[in-house]
Structure formats: structure tokens, C-alpha cells
């Protein structure tokens, strides 16, 4: 069942479509109308024409180029910016993931599903396709790469926000002794959305997903809970140690980043949340054992019988070891699909010699590619890489970075 927000005087009721019937209320965060929008600037003609050519140079195209340019510069010169075609959209959003960098997981960029959300406008729509996306992307388990594009910046327009840095974070809420119940690295978001309104489970856990908040001029930010069933998680048990269970950890089966900006050949889409399946180390080298995240490090080692007293005993690797096992243990025993780092850094090599042969280079940053744990035991350590990124790609900002573990300030304030 739904958790339904509290709602004030005129907040409009939003519908989660596929959400078994259910009627989620919102909860308007900002009731005044915003001051005219900052007009985007117009396209760059360069890096529409490069993307393109790209475009049609790796793809069977009926349109002659020249046409197609023709047409891009028409639409730019005329309104400041230009509509991709589908297919142009599709295998944009697809290089973007070729070209990223940091993403160990990229033999498969060919495979990622792109829906088309670029006539959803509303704070609503959107919230309802993000929910449609994780039931799409989940799928029982075995999880599908997809990513879901709303619509661009434009003069015109200014695009939707989504606020959370994933479709699905866990709160962390504060103790008065300082401690934290929950995820650390979100406990500004969830003093933050607690002030809009949101009303954390009567029994809170270490495990509470957060309300999505999505923002667009026209309508101000917006509050959505996610319905529980839409919320896929993995119950954390360990392979041969029993009291593994004891701890009372879960997971959620699929990272949806929904706050990084997708820029295909001079348009800008910075809602375009997009997933690809868990390697075990996210989890459990970084989510589960970072120390200012859950911290677990410490007390699996206690739980082990491990000295502590000294580093020398490399207690923290050990018990490092068997929280990452825990992890790929129980998304196996659950069928939801996850990888090892050993596994993917092989297939990241097979991915390498891909691309070379397609005479391509492929940027790779190496401290995001060497896996947090056993680094010098995969192949991926041994050597150097091309760095330089070209787009399209997924990039990252300062304000949306901040919105994402702040809750604001608001993108049209
Ligand atoms: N590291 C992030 C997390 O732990 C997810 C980043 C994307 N990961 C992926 N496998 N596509 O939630």
C-alpha cells in the first residue's frame, strides 16, 4: 500500500499509473509563481553538427546528411534549438553511456532501452514514469537498463528537475547523540523533505525510502511517494555465516540516477534518470562499508571475533570480504541481478578491445574503474587509459548535487 502525504489547501492530487490504482497526494513545496524563466542559450551549431554526423556515420540513415543539417540549423536559427528525432535520441542516450567514463558496466550500452518522455511536461507525469521506470528496469529481478528522458532544456521552456540523486535512497535521520538511524550521506534531504511534509513509516528503520520531489517553473517542486511494491529490495544474508541475518540489512536491486544532465549534440535533457544493474562493491565495499555511510566495517568485524586492536591484523579487509559476499549471496538467492567486480572488470577488457576495433577510443577514468576492494586482483589496475570524454555523455553539476543532499534550494526560485 501507498503512504499518502498530509496535503495543504490547494496541492493537486497526482496518479501513479500502474501503481495497482492507487491515488498518491502531492504536497506543493512553493506556492508562489515564479519570476520569468533564465532563457537557455541557443544550441551550439558545432556540437549539433558533430553529433549529426556521428549519428549518421554509425547508423543506416534514409535522410542525406546534408538535409539533415540543414534542417537542425533552420530549427536552431529560428527558435534557438533543435528536436532530435527518435532514433537519433535513442542512439544518443546510448553513446552518452559509451562515452562515460567512470562506468566499469559498458559492453552493454548497445542494450539500454530509451522511452521517449519528451512530451511529459507535469510534475505528476514525470513522477509517474519514474515509477513506471523502476517496474520496467526491476522486471521481476532480472533488471533491464533503461533510462527515461523528459523533456529538454529549450528558450522556450525550462526543463523538469528531479531533485533525489536516485529514484530510490534510503533517509538517515539524525539522533540527538549524533548518531544516524539509516544513510548518512542523506539525513540533509530527509530534515529537508520532513519540512515539506513528508511523514517518515510510524516504525522507522535503517531502510526508508525517501519521497521523490520533482520540480518544474510552471508548477513549482512537488512531493511523490514511491509506492512500496514499486521498491524491489534484497534481504542481506550471508552465505555461511548464520547471525548475518541478525544485522537486519536490505538493498535496493536498481540505482536509477536521476540527477545527472544527458547532453546529445548541443541539447541539454536534466531529467533523463537512467539505470544499469549493482556490481556487489557498490554496495558493499562503498554503500555498506564507507565510514560515512552505513559503516558497517566495525561491526562485522566484531561479529567475526576479529582483533581490533591492531591494523596489522587487517581485521577491516576481512570483514570487508565477508560483507561483500553477503551481498552477492542474497541478490542471487533473491534473482535480481548483480555482477562481481572480477567478473565485470573481464568484460570491461572485452569492452576495450570493442571499441578498438571499431577504431574508436574509449575514455576510462581509472580511479572510478579500479573496483574499491582486491583493485591490483583485477585487470583493469594494470594499465592506462585514454581520459578525454567526448559527449554525448552524463554529466554531473554543482546545483544539482546540491539539491540532491540538501533538498534546495529550488532550480526556479
Ligand atoms: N554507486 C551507486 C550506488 O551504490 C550507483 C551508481 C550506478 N551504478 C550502476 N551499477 N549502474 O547506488
Known amino acids: 500500500m501507498c503512504s499518502v502525504f498530509r496535503v495543504s489547501g490547494e496541492a493537486p492530487e497526482a496518479v501513479f499509473s ?3 490504482g492507487a491515488a498518491e497526494r502531492t504536497r506543493r513545496l512553493r506556492p508562489v509563481p515564479p519570476p520569468p524563466p533564465p532563457r537557455a542559450p541557443a544550441v551550439d551549431l558545432a556540437e549539433a553538427e558533430e553529433f549529426l554526423r556521428l549519428f549518421h556515420a554509425e547508423n543506416r540513415v534514409d535522410t542525406p546528411i546534408q538535409q539533415r543539417l540543414a534542417r537542425m540549423r533552420y530549427e536552431v536559427d529560428t527558435t534557438g534549438t533543435y528536436r532530435h528525432t527518435p532514433d537519433e535520441l535513442a542512439y544518443g542516450a546510448k553513446v552518452a553511456w559509451r562515452n562515460s567514463a567512470r562506468c566499469i558496466g559498458r559492453l552493454y550500452w548497445r542494450s539500454l532501452k530509451v522511452r521517449d518522455l519528451r512530451d511529459v511536461h507535469t510534475v505528476s507525469g514525470v513522477a509517474a514514469h519514474c515509477v513506471e521506470h523502476l517496474r520496467m528496469a526491476t522486471n521481476g529481478g532480472k533488471i533491464r537498463p533503461v533510462i527515461s528522458v523528459f523533456p529538454p532544456e529549450t528558450p522556450q521552456r525550462p526543463a523538469p528537475r528531479i531533485w533525489n540523486e ?13 548518531s544516524v538511524l539509516g544513510d548518512p550521506r542523506y539525513t540533509r534531504f530527509t530534515e529537508a523533505v520532513t519540512g515539506f511534509g513528508w511523514r517518515p513509516p510510524a516504525a522507522r528503520s535503517g531502510f526508508d525510502a525517501l519521497p521523490l520531489v520533482v520540480e518544474t517553473r510552471e508548477e513549482g517542486a512537488h512531493m511523490f511517494a514511491l509506492p512500496p511494491d514499486a ?11 548464520p547471525w548475518f541475518a541478525e544485522l537486519g540489512l536490505r ?55 576479529l582483533d581490533t586492536s591492531r591494523e596489522d591484523t587487517l581485521w577491516r579487509d576481512r570483514a570487508l570480504v565477508e560483507l561483500n559476499r553477503a ?18 572488470s573481464h568484460r570491461f577488457l572485452t569492452h576495450l578491445a570493442k571499441e578498438e576495433s571499431a577504431g ?6 581509472w580511479s572510478w574503474i579500479v573496483p574499491p576492494m ?7 589496475f594494470h594499465r592506462y587509459y585514454d581520459t578525454e570524454a567526448p559527449g554525448p555523455n552524463y554529466y554531473g553539476d554543482e546545483d544539482a548535487t546540491h539539491r540532491a543532499l540538501t533538498g534546495g534550494p529550488p532550480a526556479f526560485a
Open 374 to 380: 582486491s583493485g591490483s586482483q583485477t585487470p583493469v
Open 251 to 305: 538493498w535496493h536491486g536498481v540505482p536509477v540516477i536521476s540527477n545527472m544532465r544527458l547532453r546529445i549534440g548541443g541539447i541539454s535533457y536534466p531529467a533523463a534518470p537512467f539505470n544499469g544493474w549493482y556490481m556487489g562493491t557498490e554496495i558493499g565495499a562503498r554503500n555498506f562499508g564507507d565510514t560515512d555511510r552505513y559503516n558497517l566495517v566495525p561491526v562485522v568485524a566484531e561479529r567475526l571475533g
Open 231 to 241: 521498491v524491489h529490495e534484497v534481504p542481506i544474508t550471508h552465505p555461511d555465516l
Open 327 to 344: 551481498v552477492l549471496h542474497s541478490y542471487h538467492q533473491a534473482g535480481v541481478t548483480i555482477t562481481d567486480h572480477h567478473t565485470e
Open 166 to 178: 536516485q529514484l530510490i535512497r534510503y533517509a538517515g535521520y539524525r539522533n540527538a547523540d549524533g
Open 18 to 20: 500502474g501503481g495497482a
Open 360 to 365: 574508436r577510443k574509449c575514455p576510462v577514468d
